[in-house]
């Protein structure tokens, strides 16, 4: 049974360029999660989505960074422009039954995003 | 706000040594509560959850965690550790009525042989 599949694993680049970084959720899972795991701030939900509609986007650091989730089995989270301090561990989590908040989430293996 | 604070940061101990990490939550409703382990250069992984029944839970390898609603805290043990058991464990806790998980900064564990 596949789990969380996060693109790439790791990511290195330039500050001022595009970031893409993309999720497969588990198939069936209603809501899709979004974090940043860093050493100063621990694990911070950026953005999540159930049933594909954004529904709390608090966390997301300003407006240089996106998330989209065109359909149920993808989703991207964009940084542009790419600043050195984006560096970071991104995971995607997954679950199922939107609302049944006692279900846990899934986590992705994460792609370690560094800005030089 | 919910917040969730893990006050050790960083634990040392001895194989079969026991292990209580602590967790404590601030909300007034009815929470969901969860254990969650990352081993080195892997994903989070679920150790075990709370939502309802016997405040005394049992998760996979040993880990137990006690809800006590008056003191609003989830504290995981695990009476002998296992050089194994090093990894980093983080508490979480959403509310019942929300998909939103609050995640504490996580209590690096190092277990030496």
């Known amino acids: 049974d596949a789990g969380v599949i996060q693109s790439p694993r790791h990511e290195v680049t330039e500050m001022g360029q595009e970031v893409t970084l993309r999720c497969k959720p588990i198939?069936?899972?209603?809501?899709l999660f979004w974090y940043r795991q860093t050493m100063m701030r621990g694990l911070e939900l950026l953005i999540y989505?159930?049933?594909?509609?954004?529904?709390?986007d608090s966390g997301m650091p300003e407006d240089r960074f996106s998330a989209k989730m065109p359909n149920a089995s993808f989703s991207t989270l964009k940084i542009q422009p790419s600043e050195p301090r984006d560096s970071a561990v991104y995971f995607c989590a997954s679950t199922e039954q939107q609302g049944m908040s006692n279900q846990p989430q899934h986590f992705g293996d994460g792609t370690r995003l560094s800005i030089l | 706000a919910q917040s969730v604070s893990q006050h050790n940061h960083h634990v040392i101990l001895s194989e079969a040594a026991s292990l209580e990490l602590g967790c404590n939550y601030s909300y007034g409703g009815t929470v969901n509560l969860f254990w969650y382990v990352q081993y080195p250069g892997q994903h989070l992984q679920l150790l075990l959850k709370?939502?309802?029944?016997?405040?005394l839970v049992k998760g996979i390898k040993g880990f137990e965690a006690e809800f006590i609603k008056s003191k609003f805290s989830f504290n995981l043990r695990k009476p002998s550790v296992q050089w194994s058991d090093t990894a980093e464990y983080f508490c979480a806790v959403n509310s019942y009525n929300t998909d939103k998980l609050i995640f504490g900064t996580g209590t690096r564990l190092q277990v030496f042989p």
């Open positions: 989505f159930n049933n594909n509609v954004p529904i709390d």
């Open positions: 198939s069936g899972h209603n809501s």
């Open positions: 709370y939502f309802s029944g016997d405040p």
